[in-house]
């Protein structure tokens, strides 16, 4: 990979750059499609960046469903004709006794997590209000199915679902604008939440933030566009769109926003 390309990324998103490059050279190679396991937002936005510099690749997203937040990514020569087919996707859909008990997304997933399946595997998780479904790469399904049979102290039956059957999940983002002093992780939590800057540093000194899935404990992380920031106890931010500075060089963004 050009050094000049990480420049536009963070440090620590190097060895993922990397992966990329590696998944572009396969392609060129082997003249054949080459398919990733499921990408956050950021992951997908670094990859469509990169494979897009590439004249003779192509590439195509998808997670399930046309509004999936996690997606494979297909990467394919410019003659090749892709179907979604190739994605390997397999929809769940979790049978347990719904008038005698309640699941949650964090419960959920953090049961698939204990079958020692690794997150790049599972894709979104997702829910009407009652039932809960979640989509799952096809190489790893038989063995997560085997390996379910109770969320918390819940009997639960995994069972295999057509993509006709697919749920219409609740959705309870909303799109907000916000003007922020900096991009730092604790000041769009501040600003978001109308929260104090002190109370938001504790949220993220205490553990409580994941961006991207991952913990941040650095208040002066600085978010880029498509990080998607969970606050235990409030809600999700995603950064949609940086849209410029004002006069007074602030920033503008446009935010999805989940609140509890």
Wanted: hydrophobic share 40%; with cysteine.
């Amino acid at each position: 990979m050009n050094a000049n390309v990480y420049q536009h990324f963070r440090n620590e998103e190097r060895p993922f750059i990397d992966l990329v490059a590696d998944w572009a050279e396969q392609v060129q190679m082997q003249y054949a499609p080459y398919l990733t396991d499921f990408l956050d937002p950021r992951q997908a936005y670094i990859t469509e960046t990169l494979i897009r510099q590439e004249s003779d690749l192509k590439l195509m997203f998808y997670g399930g469903y046309e509004a999936a937040e996690r997606v494979r990514c297909l990467i394919y020569p410019d003659y090749y004709e892709p179907n979604k087919e190739e994605f390997d996707i397999q929809l769940f859909e979790i049978n347990y006794p719904t008038k005698f008990a309640t699941l949650g997304h964090g419960r959920v997933l953090g049961t698939l997590m204990g079958t020692g399946v690794k997150r790049e595997y599972f894709g979104d998780i997702i829910s009407d209000g009652e039932a809960w479904q979640f989509f799952v790469a096809k190489e790893v399904a038989s063995y997560v199915q085997l390996q379910v049979d109770k969320i918390g102290k819940i009997a639960v039956r995994l069972e295999e679902r057509p993509y006709t059957a697919i749920i219409r999940p609740l959705d309870a983002w909303t799109t907000e604008k916000e003007t922020v002093s900096s991009l730092r992780l604790d000041t769009v939590i501040s600003s978001v939440y109308n929260i104090s800057r002190q109370r938001s540093k504790q949220l993220i000194e205490s553990g409580k933030i994941k961006v991207n899935w991952t913990e941040e404990t650095r208040p002066d992380f600085l978010l880029d566009l498509l990080d998607i920031v969970s606050i235990r106890g409030f809600g999700r931010i995603q950064i949609q769109d940086i849209e410029g500075v004002t006069k007074k060089e602030k920033i503008r963004l446009s935010l999805g926003v989940l609140r509890k």
